[in-house]
């Protein structure tokens, strides 16, 4: 069965898929910003840093 469509219908099929498309390529981009970091993902040195900073506040709260 053949099915006719006017160049109308056909545009706006198109332009609504690639809307769909925009939309889920802005979806995906959200949800891999809202990922936190992974530990290897941060550098050495800063990790270094929030470890002497832990141990101190935790040295601190045990001497109190």
């Known amino acids: 069965m053949k ?8 545009l ?3 332009d609504d898929l690639q809307g769909k498309k925009k ?6 981009m959200l949800v891999n910003q809202s990922n936190p970091k992974k530990k290897s993902e941060i550098p050495s040195n800063t990790l270094k840093l929030i470890e002497e900073a832990e ?6 709260t045990q001497s109190e």
């Open 3 to 10: 099915e006719h469509y006017s160049i109308n219908e056909i």
């Open 12 to 14: 706006n099929a198109i």
């Open 23 to 28: 939309e889920k390529r802005f979806d995906t």
């Open 55 to 60: 141990k101190t506040i935790k040295s601190k």
